[in-house]
């Protein structure tokens, strides 16, 4: 079925996180050509793109408290396997289509499009990229979302990367296309809150260890009892059972139940940006909460404490300003961004953090191309960089982990996509993801200490 020709574009956005479904619809939203759903009335359905999410099944497949928190409108949401996913694009009528997946994921999906589209003169865009900052397999990820009509970077800075790489293993590089995060904005930060309030960005994932959480944690509790007339916040991503973009073994949760906390000490969860409107201090390791906290001019700390490595992403933050220990906090130390960092990451460069100046037309080159696509009178197939010729040895297996052959079609006992699944399947599905996660919190660390002994 040929892509809709009506006013109202349709968009996929297909996520196998809650970061990275925020991410997805948020970016579509903002890169649709036409009215967006955020100016839009709410009673408008036709004002901005309609707007179907799929959420790939796994281990971070957001539960609903997530989806809630995360505030992002679809008119509809389903939870997909890949198979059944490629199944819906080779039925359903959409204009464009958001990946918004690890790599792997993403490079099995392109494949899996090349071939429900096949022979189609017109399909849908279809577009990729990062849900914040790239510090770790930078070709290795970039190469894998090769052959997306748009791979979006975050930055000027993400953006020249990303061609250098594609450019220098002779790939085309011309689907590289220049955004900004699609989540940043809120109220610019106009001077101190009562009473004024440190907050501490965790990560599912950074740190790792035991030893470097209880510090990271220990450092917070110790700033709340030198400063009793502050409010000290531990803003965790997940409760425990819950999992996002990246697995969380020791969740702090767990760690803080062991102390003595003081009444200025308090974890919270929910959005984002409700925590930063309240926010005098954002403390992280390397959380893109900082560039969320930099885009309204609150002051901001990538710790030093444990090193600036890059295992802890904080070293893309070499060069911001920004790098300080918690000695240097707890003595009063307030950092000073360095401006022209902050603009090459397209946070709060040339105008005010609610919308004004550059950031407000971060995303028009991409609205440009993709309206461009859309009135074109015939697209190209799908060309990733990867394929059983170039890599043989590596592709089959990251097509396989999504039930796929080397051709893209789905591979024989590939879960059934043309039911829902029964009560029994589901209850099975609940169970192994819960025996999932019980696995990755408790018994996998166990098993980790008994190798160290």
């Known amino acids: 079925m040929p892509p809709s020709t009506r006013n109202t574009p349709r968009i996929a956005v297909l996520a196998d996180s809650d970061t990275r479904w925020k991410w997805g619809a948020l970016t579509a939203d903002r890169i649709t050509p036409g009215p967006s759903m955020e100016t839009a009335s709410r009673d408008d359905a036709q004002a901005g793109p309609a707007l179907s999410g799929f959420l790939l099944r796994g281990r971070a497949t957001p539960t609903p408290r997530q989806l809630e928190e995360v505030g992002v409108r679809a008119d509809s949401l389903r939870e997909v396997t890949a198979v059944e996913f490629l199944r819906a694009m080779a039925e359903e009528e959409y204009d464009v289509v958001v990946i918004a997946l690890v790599g792997g994921g993403v490079q ?7 071939r429900v589209w096949e022979g189609r003169e017109k399909r849908p865009v279809v577009v990729t990229g990062y849900v914040g900052v790239v510090y770790e397999k930078l070709a290795d990820g970039l190469l894998l979302r090769h052959g997306a009509d748009l ?83 531990l803003k965790l991503r997940s409760k425990p059972g819950e999992h996002t973009t990246h697995i969380e073994e020791l969740p702090y949760q767990k760690l803080a139940q062991r102390s003595d906390l003081p009444p200025n000490f308090r974890l919270v969860y929910g959005h984002m940006g409700e925590v930063l409107d309240r926010t005098d201090l954002l403390v992280t390791v390397s959380s893109t909460a900082a560039l969320e906290s930099l ?146 919190q408790r018994v996998a660390p166990v098993i980790r200490r008994m190798g160290e002994l």
């Open 295 to 440: 885009h309204r001019r609150i002051p901001t700390v990538v710790l030093t404490d444990l090193g600036i490595r890059e295992v802890l992403g904080n070293h893309h933050f070499v060069g911001s300003g920004c790098l300080a220990s918690w000695d240097q906090l707890d003595a009063g130390h307030r950092p000073a961004p360095d401006e022209e960092w902050v603009a090459r990451q397209g946070v709060a460069a040339g105008g005010s953090p609610s919308g004004g100046g550059s950031y407000a037309h971060a995303f028009d080159a991409a609205r440009e191309r993709i309206a461009k696509l859309l009135a074109a009178s015939e697209l190209p197939p799908l060309t990733p960089y990867y394929t059983p010729a170039t890599a043989p040895g590596y592709l089959p297996g990251i097509l396989a982990r999504h039930h796929l052959g080397p051709d893209g079609s789905p591979l024989p006992g590939a879960p059934a996509a043309d039911r829902e699944p029964g009560p029994v399947r589901q209850i099975v599905r609940r169970a192994a993801r819960g025996a999932y996660r019980h696995g990755v």
């Open 108 to 114: 099995a999906m392109l494949h899996g499009l090349g």
């Open 151 to 233: 791979v979006l970077a975050n930055s000027r800075q993400d953006a020249d990367r990303f061609r250098a790489v594609y450019e220098g293993v002779g790939a085309d590089a011309s689907s590289v296309t220049e955004v900004a995060l699609p989540f940043l904005g809120g109220d610019p930060y106009t001077g101190e809150h009562d009473p004024y309030t440190v907050v501490f960005a965790a990560q599912p994932s950074v740190p790792d260890s035991r030893k470097d959480r209880t510090y990271l944690l220990e450092r917070l509790v110790r700033h709340a009892r030198m400063y009793p007339d502050r409010e000290v916040l």
